[in-house]
């Protein structure tokens, strides 16, 4: 049997899921190994060659002579491109898909991950720092109102159709119960989660390499928080 093209590498957090649901929503054949936080395998020396940044996700295609993508909005913009797929050829829609990409990259993600991070990992561990957590809990409401208004009228992020926009989005926007950040009045983002909930290829690849109810607000889940709350003593940011 051959092997798959594409060996992911990731871990079960918002940035690792990202290329995961692509995978599993795309029907592509893949290989994916885990990479263990607990053991700072993100900063061995083997995963720092693929990775420079020393965190997850990575891909490697073996399809294309081993070529290396890390930084997720560009390993989704690359497999949309090599698969054909969630990524519209028409120009302008093209653009809008990229733009919402950023939007999440620089903002949803960065300001939740800095909620989460005071919230989850600062203040379980005695340093309660209540303007940083307001400023980002602030910031990441504002944003995810940003989002309530684009899915005002529309099913998906750009044009008519799931797209890598939403597929970036959906993780990080989605566990605002992990972030603390309230979406009361968000009509159109709920709306928005309660269909990409729905896909199944988005249900199978939460569960890899394991699911973590505690981001979505299921479960409170002790050993998890206290897992979680220890990434204080390293440098393990999310
Ligand atoms: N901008 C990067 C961020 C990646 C990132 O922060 N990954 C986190 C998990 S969500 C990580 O690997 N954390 C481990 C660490 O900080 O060492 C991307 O989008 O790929």
């Given at each position: 049997m051959p092997q798959p093209d594409i060996h992911l590498f990731t871990a079960s957090t918002m940035n690792g899921w990202k290329p995961t649901i692509f995978l599993e929503e795309a029907g592509v054949d893949y290989d994916l190994t885990p990479i263990d936080f607990s053991t700072k395998e993100q900063k061995s020396d083997w995963y720092m060659k693929l990775n420079p940044n020393g965190r997850i996700p990575t891909i490697v295609d073996r399809g294309n002579s081993d070529f290396v993508v890390f930084e997720s909005g560009a390993i989704l913009w690359y497999l949309a491109e090599k698969y054909?797929?969630?990524?519209?050829?028409?120009p302008d829609l093209k653009s809008e898909t990229l733009q919402w990409i950023m939007f999440q990259m620089g903002g949803i993600g960065p300001m939740m991950g800095q909620a989460m991070y005071f919230q989850r990992i600062a203040a379980p561990n005695g340093q309660e720092e209540p303007f940083s957590i307001q400023r980002y809990v602030d910031e990441s409401r504002r944003l995810l109102e940003v989002l309530n208004g684009r899915l005002k009228g529309r099913?998906?992020?750009?044009?008519d159709s799931f797209s890598i926009a939403d597929i970036a989005t959906y993780p990080w926007a989605r566990a605002y119960p992990w972030a603390k950040v309230s979406i009361d009045g968000l009509d159109h983002l709920a709306a928005w989660f309660e269909r990409i909930d729905a896909r199944p290829g988005v249900q199978r690849a939460l569960q890899k390499p394991k699911p973590v109810p505690a981001f979505w607000g299921d479960a409170d889940d002790a050993e998890f928080l206290k897992e979680n709350a220890g990434r204080f003593s390293s440098d393990v940011k999310t």
């Open positions: 054909g797929q969630f990524l519209s050829a028409n099913e998906f992020l750009v044009g």
